[in-house]
């Protein structure tokens, strides 16, 4: 079975000021990784995800994450952050293959204040 | 493309009563799942749907089941409601067959109050 560890459960930051949200995963067998983001009161939304080949992968909103395979992580991190991007994050990862199923970190809150 | 309803958005139940809850995947996905996020615990996987069929369902106690439709909705249903089950329970669809590759697409969410 696969876990998604996110070091960091509240996250609180400056406007314009650099972000990173950690994430590390255990499984036995290869994975795909994903960051999902949660605003007040709504369901969530991918921001982005690894399958495979560049290990850096980026979202439409300036958001980026790197798969580092050896050291079983994906952080996610931004270089300026705005008061918008204050929500709730979650990293998740599904095992290749069959039985698929979705394994959730418990969400870093970030802030971003004025 | 119309994104992943879930019905009602609130409800209210009294402990030991039942709650069903709805949910229409989008349009073209086979695959249906259900999550529980309550305070502080996160996203803990309830159960998938795919074709019709329970491929696999998480750590919770029987009470908690469902059913997906030839028209690939859901309904989630709790039994013998406890005062723990409060909580967001979200819906999310997907392609089927894609061997987990695939991102899933949530609704807004059925917030639950057991009292």
């Known amino acids: 079975a696969q876990s998604v560890t996110q070091l960091d459960s509240q996250v609180p930051v400056f406007e314009e000021a650099p972000v990173e949200l950690r994430c590390n995963y255990s499984?036995?067998?290869?994975?795909?990784l994903f960051w999902y983001v949660q605003y007040p009161n709504q369901g969530l939304q991918l921001l982005l995800k690894?399958?495979?080949?560049?290990?850096l992968v980026e979202s439409i909103n300036g958001f980026e994450a790197e798969f580092n395979k050896s050291q079983t992580s994906f952080h996610l991190r931004k270089p300026s952050v705005h008061i918008s991007d204050t929500a709730e994050y979650f990293c998740a990862v599904s095992r290749q293959g069959s039985n698929y199923k979705l394994t959730f970190g418990k969400g870093t809150l970030l802030t971003v204040n004025p | 493309e119309a994104g992943v309803t879930q019905s009602p958005t609130h409800l209210i139940k009294t402990r030991g009563q039942q709650a069903t809850l709805r949910c229409s995947p989008i349009s073209g996905h086979t695959s249906v799942y259900w999550y529980q996020q309550a305070l502080g615990l996160g996203l803990q996987f309830l159960l998938w749907y795919d074709e019709g069929e329970e491929r696999n369902r998480g750590n919770f106690p029987p009470r908690f089941s469902g059913r997906q439709f030839p028209n690939y909705s859901s309904e989630l249903n709790v039994n013998a409601l406890e005062l723990e089950d409060s909580a967001l329970y979200l819906c999310a669809s997907s392609p089927g067959g894609t061997g987990g590759s695939s991102p899933l697409h949530f609704g807004n969410g059925t917030r639950l109050t057991v009292t």
């Open positions: 690894y399958l495979s080949g560049s290990t």
């Open positions: 499984s036995s067998v290869s994975v795909y």
